[in-house]
């Protein structure tokens, strides 16, 4: 038999025979109502348990974690708010269940049910997954987490006391209000959770509002590894900032008070707090899992002896809320209804097509109060001498912080957060002055934690902030890189475009700086970032195309809801001559806060589109740059040379790009990441599909880089440019 029909006829027998494990008595604030409430929660997601075996069984159901053995998770959800946030565990269906009872939300079990069918009915995914999750019930959709919702619920968390002091447009989260997280003992011990962990440690030590409740689910094993005896007790009961509380998870009544406890710590001192809650796993990890493969058959037969279901029966009827007989009927009705409108589920319609799939990956527009930038009264008391400054060219770095300085200005809602983007003003001097301009509530100054810096940016765009966090480099990305790829990236593709997390990522990062940083500080990589579906990647060549893609960058993050990745190429920063030292011809004005970039349009320079021309060099970052220090001995050859500015690496401009190389007979690519993994590729096959034209390109080496003389010995050059421009068009280089 499988082990779920197993638990089922053992309660059956046993609560028949009323051979119940023994337990304390009922103890706590616990109503009768409430006692209720839970109970029938725990049943009903008992019941969609087995139903999802068995609809998975017959073809019907796909991919199934299940939840029982944790269904003492309907007490801690009814000791909460429902507009508490909720950021839970794969296995918190009680949960979802208890709060959607709360609310006198619809048919809670019917939405499960076409999430385990997979239909396009499923009111949180459309069929993409199933997930728990309800915009109705404040629960974002977690999929297969492992701790990588923990940093942003501490982001969520710090939102709540931001919001108080600068409300944002679109807030959510109520000013009195906690989030909620929870997780198992084993996901307590990933590197992400510890950074979770360890921030809102740090953050409560400082004395910062951050209303956060964790909750670990401890069942004593991960998968098929067990988590050693009091593990989670040791390591949890004495951290400084973190307010331990422990409740045994299988008695109902006891996990309510506690968790009441917790709550009203965690809401009247705005402090986190860390609830140590006792469960057991029935039936195994996932899907077919057999625990019998990993554990002995006591081992298995111990945990389901102790099955929640059977000890809030005994609660119950020694607290007289209800009977044995009576707790027998509801449980076995339940039962009977999931059956039935399983039946009906399994008929409900399925995503069928591609676009259909992609439809939510992209989120939706959403409507916001138009502004047009501050008033010349603002920026003139806010710049002050700065802004007679803004008539001369200057280089990137200075006209960054000027386009975020009106940025901040016209949006409110903008926050930044970063390690030293603050009091420094970070390590190349971009974000000087704002924090003492805006305050450390809208330029956070971080704790040296990637995750944690991504996370309070995806947090708190979910109570209706613009979050722009920084990474302070490129190659630092890889850190955390799973929290744009596994948690921004795949909000809305997983809740239907019903929550979003927008924000303009700002990276410094690729090549060429002299003599400074190695790999570590000069990555050249973007082969992470161009492949995550829904995120926008831009990187500018200029000041003032800097300053307009940012704004535009913004606008999507603000309007359109979009993950933008923003990466400011580090050896630009500070450039002002493109061909001899004192020409001043890389600086740029600063361009009025009107103007912007459109996404997808690019940079032409030369023969105008459509117009004959020998060579098209399609380019970006500091490729631009090369490419035109190139242009001089490439046009004395004789070459009319358009160079294009991609500006928007993913999704590539295509539509612009094709129509810019119009009327060009060969093109070159100049790409400065590598040649395995670089935009190369892809701009190669974009081009080979479309035009009839000989190509070739000029990447960096497959390499890392190099500090000191070497640094820029793996990356494109001026002279690579040149050879390459004339072997591919068969053109003499002039002589001397």
Same mark, same amino acid.
């Given at each position: 038999?499988?082990?779920?029909?197993?638990?089922?006829?053992?309660?059956?027998?046993?609560?028949?025979?009323?051979?119940?494990?023994?337990?304390?008595?009922?103890?706590?604030?616990?109503?009768?109502?409430?006692?209720?409430?839970?109970?029938?929660?725990?049943?009903?997601?008992?019941?969609?348990?087995?139903?999802?075996?068995?609809?998975?069984?017959?073809?019907?159901?796909?991919?199934?974690?299940?939840?029982?053995?944790?269904?003492?998770?309907?007490?801690?959800?009814?000791?909460?708010?429902?507009?508490?946030?909720?950021?839970?565990?794969?296995?918190?269906?009680?949960?979802?269940?208890?709060?959607?009872?709360?609310?006198?939300?619809?048919?809670?079990?019917?939405?499960?049910?076409?999430?385990?069918?997979?239909?396009?009915?499923?009111?949180?995914?459309?069929?993409?997954?199933?997930?728990?999750?309800?915009?109705?019930?404040?629960?974002? %959709?977690?999929?297969?987490?492992?701790?990588?919702?923990?940093?942003?619920?501490?982001?969520?968390?710090?939102?709540?006391?931001?919001?108080?002091?600068?409300?944002?447009?679109?807030?959510? !989260?109520?000013?009195?209000?906690?989030?909620?997280?929870?997780?198992?003992?084993?996901?307590?011990?990933?590197?992400?959770?510890?950074?979770?962990?360890?921030?809102?440690?740090?953050?409560?030590?400082?004395?910062?509002?951050?209303?956060?409740?964790?909750?670990?689910?401890?069942?004593?094993?991960?998968?098929?590894?067990?988590?050693?005896?009091?593990?989670?007790?040791?390591?949890?009961?004495?951290?400084?900032?973190?307010?331990?509380?422990?409740?045994?998870? !299988?008695?109902?009544?006891?996990?309510?008070?506690?968790?009441?406890?917790?709550?009203?710590?965690?809401?009247?001192?705005?402090?986190?707090?860390?609830?140590?809650?006792?469960?057991?796993?029935?039936?195994?990890?996932?899907?077919?899992?057999?625990?019998?493969?990993?554990?002995?058959?006591?081992?298995?037969?111990?945990?389901?002896?102790?099955?929640? !279901?059977?000890?809030?029966?005994?609660?119950?009827?020694?607290?007289?809320?209800?009977?044995?007989?009576?707790?027998?009927?509801?449980?076995?009705?339940?039962?009977?209804?999931?059956?039935?409108?399983?039946?009906?589920?399994?008929?409900?319609?399925?995503?069928?097509?591609?676009?259909?799939?992609?439809?939510?990956?992209? %989120?939706?527009?959403?409507?916001?109060?138009?502004?047009?930038?501050?008033?010349?009264?603002?920026?003139?008391?806010?710049?002050?001498?700065?802004?007679?400054?803004?008539?001369?060219?200057?280089?990137?770095?200075?006209?960054?912080?000027?386009?975020?300085?009106?940025?901040?200005?016209?949006?409110?809602?903008?926050?930044?957060?970063?390690?030293?983007?603050?009091?420094?003003?970070?390590?190349? $001097?971009?974000?000087?002055?704002?924090?003492?301009?805006?305050?450390?509530?809208?330029?956070?100054?971080?704790?040296?934690?990637?995750?944690?810096?991504?996370?309070?940016?995806?947090?708190?765009?979910?109570?209706?902030?613009?979050?722009?966090?920084?990474?302070?480099?490129?190659?630092?990305?890889?850190?955390?890189?799973?929290?744009?790829?596994?948690?921004?990236?795949?909000?809305?593709?997983?809740?239907?475009?019903?929550?979003?997390?927008?924000?303009?990522?700002?990276?410094?990062?690729?090549?060429?700086?002299?003599?400074?940083?190695?790999?570590?500080?000069?990555?050249?990589?973007?082969?992470?970032?161009?492949?995550?579906?829904?995120?926008?990647?831009?990187?500018?060549?200029?000041?003032?195309?800097?300053?307009?893609?940012?704004?535009?960058?913004?606008?999507?993050?603000?309007?359109?809801?979009?993950?933008?990745?923003?990466?400011?190429?580090?050896?630009?920063?500070?450039?002002?001559?493109?061909?001899?030292?004192?020409?001043?011809?890389?600086?740029?004005?600063?361009?009025?806060?009107?103007?912007?970039?459109?996404?997808?349009?690019?940079?032409?320079?030369?023969?105008?589109?459509?117009?004959?021309?020998?060579?098209?060099?399609?380019?970006? $970052?500091?490729?631009?740059?090369?490419?035109?220090?190139?242009?001089?001995?490439?046009?004395?050859?004789?070459?009319?040379?358009?160079?294009?500015?991609?500006?928007?690496?993913?999704?590539?401009?295509?539509?612009?790009?094709?129509?810019?190389?119009?009327?060009?007979?060969?093109?070159?690519?100049?790409?400065?990441?590598?040649?395995?993994?670089?935009?190369?590729?892809?701009?190669?096959?974009?081009?080979?599909?479309?035009?009839?034209?000989?190509?070739?390109?000029?990447?960096? !080496?497959?390499?890392?880089?190099?500090?000191?003389?070497?640094?820029?010995?793996?990356?494109?050059?001026?002279?690579?440019?040149?050879?390459?421009?004339?072997?591919?068009? $068969?053109?003499?280089?002039?002589? $001397?």
């Amino acid at each position: 038999m499988d082990r779920a029909d197993i638990v089922h006829e053992n309660f059956l027998a046993r609560v028949t025979a009323r051979d119940f494990p023994a337990g304390a008595a009922p103890t706590g604030p616990l109503g009768a109502e409430g006692a209720r409430a839970i109970f029938g929660a725990a049943c009903l997601s008992r019941a969609l348990d087995r139903t999802s075996r068995n609809m998975q069984r017959v073809g019907q159901g796909f991919y199934t974690i299940g939840s029982s053995g944790h269904e003492g998770m309907a007490a801690v959800a009814q000791a909460l708010r429902p507009d508490d946030m909720a950021f839970l565990h794969y296995r918190d269906a009680a949960f979802q269940i208890a709060r959607a009872g709360q609310v006198g939300y619809g048919d809670i079990g019917w939405d499960m049910l076409l999430s385990f069918a997979a239909s396009s009915d499923d009111p949180i995914s459309g069929g993409r997954h199933k997930v728990l999750g309800s915009r109705a019930l404040n629960i974002p %959709p977690q999929t297969s987490t492992i701790a990588s919702h923990l940093p942003k619920a501490v982001g969520a968390a710090y939102a709540i006391g931001a919001a108080r002091r600068n409300p944002p447009e679109h807030r959510v !989260l109520a000013d009195d209000g906690l989030v909620f997280c929870s997780f198992g003992d084993a996901s307590a011990n990933h590197s992400t959770a510890q950074g979770a962990f360890n921030t809102a440690q740090w953050t409560a030590y400082q004395g910062a509002p951050l209303p956060l409740l964790f909750a670990c689910e401890d069942n004593g094993i991960g998968i098929s590894t067990k988590t050693p005896r009091g593990w989670i007790a040791a390591s949890f009961q004495d951290r400084p900032g973190l307010r331990y509380f422990a409740c045994n998870g !299988l008695d109902i009544f006891e996990t309510f008070g506690v968790a009441q406890q917790a709550a009203q710590f965690v809401r009247s001192q705005r402090k986190p707090a860390f609830l140590h809650m006792q469960t057991v796993r029935l039936y195994g990890h996932a899907g077919a899992d057999v625990p019998t493969t990993y554990l002995t058959r006591a081992e298995v037969e111990a945990d389901e002896a102790q099955d929640p !279901l059977l000890h809030a029966v005994r609660l119950m009827d020694q607290a007289g809320v209800m009977t044995a007989a009576e707790a027998m009927e509801l449980y076995t009705q339940t039962c009977a209804d999931v059956a039935q409108m399983s039946q009906r589920a399994v008929t409900r319609p399925r995503l069928e097509s591609a676009s259909q799939v992609m439809a939510s990956l992209v %989120p939706p527009t959403r409507s916001c109060a138009r502004r047009n930038g501050p008033d010349a009264d603002a920026r003139a008391a806010h710049f002050g001498p700065e802004l007679a400054q803004m008539d001369a060219p200057q280089p990137m770095s200075r006209i960054v912080n000027w386009a975020l300085n009106d940025l901040m200005l016209t949006h409110s809602e903008i926050v930044m957060m970063g390690e030293d983007v603050g009091r420094k003003g970070g390590v190349y $001097g971009v974000t000087q002055r704002l924090q003492a301009r805006f305050g450390h509530d809208r330029v956070i100054d971080t704790l040296l934690d990637e995750q944690s810096i991504l996370g309070l940016a995806i947090g708190m765009a979910q109570n209706g902030f613009v979050p722009m966090p920084e990474i302070q480099f490129l190659a630092y990305l890889h850190n955390a890189e799973d929290q744009i790829r596994g948690e921004a990236a795949t909000l809305s593709f997983f809740s239907n475009g019903q929550f979003t997390n927008p924000m303009v990522l700002r990276i410094a990062g690729l090549g060429y700086q002299k003599g400074f940083g190695g790999h570590f500080h000069n990555d050249n990589s973007l082969a992470v970032l161009r492949d995550i579906p829904g995120v926008i990647l831009a990187c500018p060549s200029s000041g003032a195309e800097a300053a307009m893609m940012l704004r535009e960058s913004v606008r999507m993050a603000r309007e359109e809801q979009r993950v933008v990745v923003f990466v400011e190429p580090i050896a630009l920063y500070p450039m002002r001559d493109l061909h001899q030292p004192g020409d001043g011809g890389w600086m740029t004005h600063y361009p009025s806060p009107d103007q912007r970039i459109a996404f997808g349009t690019v940079g032409v320079t030369g023969p105008a589109e459509g117009q004959a021309c020998d060579l098209a060099i399609v380019t970006f $970052g500091n490729g631009v740059f090369l490419s035109h220090q190139s242009l001089p001995a490439l046009q004395s050859a004789g070459l009319k040379v358009r160079l294009i500015d991609l500006r928007w690496l993913a999704p590539l401009p295509e539509a612009a790009l094709i129509a810019a190389l119009a009327g060009a007979r060969h093109v070159l690519i100049v790409d400065e990441c590598r040649r395995s993994g670089g935009v190369a590729e892809g701009l190669m096959a974009l081009v080979a599909e479309n035009c009839a034209v000989p190509q070739a390109r000029v990447t960096a !080496l497959d390499s890392f880089i190099a500090t000191g003389p070497a640094y820029a010995a793996t990356l494109p050059s001026v002279a690579q440019i040149i050879d390459a421009g004339l072997a591919l068009t $068969g053109a003499a280089p002039t002589q $001397g």
